[in-house]
């Protein structure tokens, strides 16, 4: 795996290294330690392509003049066979390197050897991660704000493999709980609605029409009216659609059991359904998860109640008012935590911790990384301070805060319910614009900033919809490389020399940014922001444009359209690699 701008900054330091070495063996400077110096890109290009504070770290140690350290250094530096036709010192002393041709030649052989390959680093080698995302309410369908954390866990799960990682994908079914209590009686007040009399004749009147019958117990489902439903409760129209299907499958036997069992017997029914869409609709978005844990689990397996236990026995509890705390207060968080209440029953804040406490004991994970909405700021302090108590290093578990997205058309805020009692769903989302711009859009920017989703420019074709930019990047090359097939051009495997006539502005540029892949799927893995790669794939396209309409690619001289045709394949490989990694679609004709 290449990457050819560590290999370049690798040698800038051997070189710097080797020229202090050689100033201090001539008595041109004192023998002291060399601290240590950055080499990076210059932010100016004529700045060079790497860029060294070394001259500038040494003064106090060599007790001279940066500018004088650097012009020794410049001086010494050997740059026959090396990745550089040249140095300069610049400004206070700042030593600046410029790529020789051989830099150049190799990045591109190295994309053409490496295909699939180009752009994998071992950054995350040895390492096993598991990034927890959506992780949606079961009790309903999933919402717009599932939709923009699908595209950031997933593509960030891909990112993290790209630079070595071992990752996992996991989704949390909260299968257990307050909200199954909720969903459970909501589901027993809509059956007992749709078996009593008012509701048996709207069924009758609606030919048992499921939609109808839905819309005739929503609408009056407020205050006052005929089928009036308490706020503590579920009120979409998918919980009425749960209990008259049921009522269509199986009768109305329960009509006279006890409500314990009429809510059993329908969230036995209605939950597995519920998952099971869940997992379809991930599925069409092109998430796979390799793990659906559930958080019954940890109940059936004794799991929450060895928590209670394990935080007892560190110290970190107390008894107040007949119920457990959690002395969190002590560890960064607000203020104290409940675990147990008086009543005997655990929070929700305990199979939380039994759950992040499997991720990274039980199971081993070096990391558990959480997608979280912007609503779960406080969560983030109290679930460390029990990793931490529980005596689990808390810098292991990491939490990534989304912002919600707001859906924009014409300018004005969308909303995509396309009946009464329906939210704005993953579902109906996909239905209104193509999987490649959701999963593109929704990765714009960085998972903590805001944005408006333009509908309207999801779902054009103009190179002002970024992900149809793109494509369309990807699929001119392809007609490029067919036109010169067309044209009697065989391409042939490019050797150095071929490659050194790239050398225009435009090449050099799209070169360079070609080689700064590896860095840049580094950056996103180690910031968690797959964001950057989305923008790191769109300015390669406009990078490519800018290459298409000022090089001409079929040329007189037959060696430079070799070398310029290779440049394409080289450009089409990368944005290839990328949009895999993505999961968009990499059209060859547009």
Not at 398 to 414: C, F, H, P, S, T
Request: hydrophobic share 40%; glycine share 6%; proline share 4%.
């Amino acid at each position: 795996m290449s990457d050819m701008i560590k290999k370049a900054s690798d040698q800038v330091r051997e070189l710097v290294m080797k020229a202090l070495g050689e100033c201090v063996a001539e008595g041109v400077f004192p023998a002291e330690p060399i601290p240590s110096f950055n080499v990076e890109i210059p932010a100016d290009p004529r700045n060079g392509d790497l860029s060294t504070n070394a001259a500038m770290v040494c003064a106090r140690a060599f007790r001279s003049a940066p500018r004088k350290i650097g012009e020794e250094i410049a001086k010494r530096a050997f740059l026959t066979g090396s990745y550089f036709e040249k140095c300069e010192v610049a400004g206070a002393g700042f030593i600046n390197f410029f790529f020789s041709k051989e830099w150049f030649s190799e990045t591109v052989s190295a994309v053409l050897t490496e295909k699939e390959d180009f752009g994998r680093t071992d950054m995350g080698a040895g390492k096993r991660v598991l990034i927890e995302f959506v992780s949606a309410n079961p009790t309903g369908p999933m919402h717009i704000g599932n939709a923009r954390g699908g595209a950031i866990g997933d593509c960030l799960a891909s990112v993290m493999e790209r630079a070595g990682y071992e990752v996992a994908r996991e989704f949390y079914v909260n299968d257990a709980g307050n909200q199954i209590e909720k969903f459970g009686l909501s589901l027993l007040l809509r059956f007992r609605q749709l078996t009593s009399d008012e509701g048996r004749a709207v069924i009758e009147a609606e030919g048992s029409d499921t939609e109808k019958v839905c819309a005739v117990l929503y609408a009056e489902s407020g205050e006052g009216g005929r089928f009036a439903m308490p706020e503590e409760v579920y009120l979409g129209t998918d919980i009425i659609e749960h209990a008259k299907n049921f009522i269509d499958e199986n009768g109305t036997d329960l009509v006279s059991a006890d409500d314990d069992t009429v809510k059993k017997a329908l969230v036995a029914y209605a939950l597995p359904k519920n998952i099971a869409g869940l997992e379809r609709d991930l599925k069409k978005y092109r998430i796979v998860y390799d793990k659906w844990f559930r958080e019954s689990e940890l109940h059936n397996s004794g799991a929450v109640a060895e928590i209670i236990g394990k935080l007892k026995e560190s110290g970190y509890t107390y008894e107040k008012d007949g119920a457990l705390w959690f002395r969190s207060s002590e560890m960064g968080d607000e203020k104290d935590r409940v675990l147990v209440r008086e009543n005997g029953i655990p929070t929700y804040f305990v199979p939380d911790i039994a759950y992040h406490y499997n991720k990274l004991v039980t199971r081993g994970y070096d990391t558990a990384i959480d997608i979280l909405g912007a609503d779960h700021h406080g969560y983030i302090p109290r679930m460390k301070a029990a990793m931490q108590a529980l005596g689990v290093d808390p810098k292991r578990l990491d939490m990534v805060i989304m912002q919600m997205v707001n859906l924009v058309r014409n300018g004005e805020k969308y909303k995509l319910s396309k009946r009464s009692g329906k939210a704005i769903t993953l579902s109906t989302l996909l239905d209104e614009i193509p999987i490649d711009a959701a999963r593109f859009f929704f990765n714009l920017r960085e998972p903590n900033s805001q944005f408006d989703f333009d509908l309207e420019l999801a779902i054009s074709q103009t190179s002002d919809n970024p992900v149809y930019y793109v494509q369309y990047a990807h699929a001119r090359i392809c007609s490029v490389l067919r036109k010169l097939e067309e044209e009697g051009v065989s391409l042939k495997a490019p050797d150095k020399q071929t490659l050194s006539l790239l050398g225009e502005p435009d090449e050099v540029e799209l070169i360079k940014y070609i080689a700064s892949l590896p860095s840049v799927i580094n950056d996103s893995a180690s910031h968690y922001d797959p964001a950057r790669i989305t923008r790191y794939v769109w300015e390669l396209a406009a990078k490519y444009h800018r290459f298409y309409t000022n090089c001409r690619i079929m040329c007189e001289q037959e060696d430079l359209t070799q070398a310029r045709a290779s440049l394409c394949v080289a450009c089409k490989q990368v944005i290839a690699n990328i949009l895999d990694m993505l999961k968009i679609e990499c059209p060859e004709k547009m």
